[in-house]
């Protein structure tokens, strides 16, 4: 195991890219934290959905909000956090997520183990969930062992009031 040099990561550094609904800000990977986690930012614009239902088979997610109301469904659980909560999201688990303010919200993302951050890194080049070839994004998915369902997205907006793609913060 190597030994990372420590350093500090300022409020504008990292990578930074949108997904086609949310931002993502790349802060710590997996070759940093020798593929025991990472760590990416979601700023999100207001009542947007993140991404359709979708389920993890490799990792496990915490939502960490940082400022604003994220709004979850984990399973058939609803649920909203605010700044200082965190929010457990298993791998297996049919989620989703969004913005359930009229401000801004941002969260930082914990991914354990580490890998997933590259999806989002593959997804930003192709323009984000709403902007995808479908073949291409199913590609993408099974490659990372995640399970999205694209037809949620219909019933999820009129259900939780939230709009599908979001918009740049």
């Excluded at 990578?15 to 593929?35: C, H, N, P, Q, Y």
């Excluded at 915490?62 to 956090?81: D, H, K």
């Excluded at 989002?120 to 998915?141: T, Y």
């Excluded at 949620?152 to 793609?165: C, H, Q, T, W, Y």
């Amino acid at each position: 195991m190597h030994s990372a040099a420590t350093r500090v990561l300022g409020p504008t550094e990292g990578k930074a890219g949108f997904l086609g609904s949310i931002g993502v800000r790349f802060m710590l990977d997996g070759e940093t934290s020798d593929g025991g986690f990472a760590l990416v930012e979601h700023p999100m614009s207001a009542h947007a959905l993140a991404a359709p239902l979708h389920r993890h088979n490799r990792e496990d997610e915490y939502s960490y909000v940082l400022e604003g109301r994220m709004g979850a469904l984990l399973g058939e659980e609803v649920l909203e956090a605010g700044p200082g909560e965190l929010v457990r999201k298993p791998r297996g688990e049919w989620h989703t997520f969004w913005n359930a303010g009229e401000q801004p919200c941002r969260i930082l993302e914990i991914i354990a183990p580490a890998g997933f951050e590259q999806f989002f890194s593959e997804l930003v080049d192709l323009g984000g969930v709403a902007q995808a070839d479908p073949d291409v994004l199913g590609a993408l998915c099974e490659r990372y062992a995640l399970e999205m369902d694209p037809a949620s997205v219909p019933a999820l907006l009129e259900r939780f009031g939230v709009r599908f793609p979001g918009e740049p913060i």
